[in-house]
């Protein structure tokens, strides 16, 4: 599967969020995402790719949903989105001793709030995704695609980049920059 994404720095979150309220929806859900990512001796982030646990839980239901994502070098300079494998996991807390075993390390540990919308744009479902990541004090929006067709990138990039304008994100608004990026940037400055 190949993450088709783009993201930008939410400079005006309630006024973008009003406008995305404003379309036809098909759902809407709060959750949170506590983010691990694994490494070892940088190997796998020297060749920019990414072993990551994340807890996903929803706030109303409180159900929580467990994934094991890998993610490929990037395929697209300008997103930097990356082909990933995502499998859904029942232990958290073993998936990590299981990755500890195999030699890897947790290297990085967040967490951000969202709120996700899925709605048509266009012909083609998007993922809108509204993040806060307390430890950058910054809000973001991302908005996604995925496909397994790479025959399709140009097409899906047009058109969640065509969503983004009508709702009011310009381009100097947009963003490559990984959350682990910006994080570990942080980090290092304190």
């Known amino acids: 599967m190949f993450e088709v994404e783009l993201k930008a720095i939410l400079k005006n979150k309630k006024s973008i969020t009003a406008?995305?309220?404003?379309?036809?929806?098909s759902s809407k859900e709060e959750l949170s995402y506590e983010s691990i990512y694994f490494d070892s001796n940088n190997t796998l982030s020297n060749s920019q790719r990414e072993l990551r646990l994340r807890c996903i839980k929803d706030k109303?239901?409180?159900i929580i949903k467990n994934l094991i994502t890998y993610k490929?070098?990037?395929f697209d300079v300008f997103s930097r989105s990356k082909p990933e494998i995502e499998i859904e996991i029942n232990d958290l807390e073993k998936s990590i001793a299981l990755l500890k075993k195999l030699g890897y390390e947790i290297c990085l540990r967040f967490e951000?709030?969202?709120?996700?919308y899925?709605?048509?744009y266009q012909g083609l479902e998007l993922l809108i995704t509204l993040a806060f990541v307390?430890?950058?004090?910054?809000?973001?929006i991302e908005v996604e695609s995925p496909t397994s067709?790479?025959?399709?990138?140009e097409h899906r990039f047009s058109i969640?980049?065509?969503?983004?304008?009508?709702?009011?994100?310009?381009?100097?608004?947009?963003?490559?920059?990984?959350?682990?990026?910006?994080?570990?940037k942080n980090r290092s400055n304190e």
Not at 112 to 116: F, T
Not at 134 to 140: D, M, P
Not at 164 to 169: P, R
Request: glycine share 4%; charged share 35%.
């Open 149 to 153: 067709d790479e025959k399709e990138f």
């Open 19 to 25: 406008t995305i309220e404003s379309y036809d929806f």
């Open 60 to 62: 109303r239901s409180s």
């Open 134 to 140: 307390e430890e950058l004090g910054q809000n973001f």
């Open 112 to 116: 951000k709030k969202c709120i996700n």
């Open 118 to 120: 899925k709605l048509e």
């Open 72 to 74: 490929d070098p990037p």
């Open 160 to 184: 969640i980049k065509s969503f983004l304008s009508e709702i009011g994100i310009k381009d100097e608004d947009l963003t490559n920059q990984y959350y682990t990026e910006a994080i570990l």
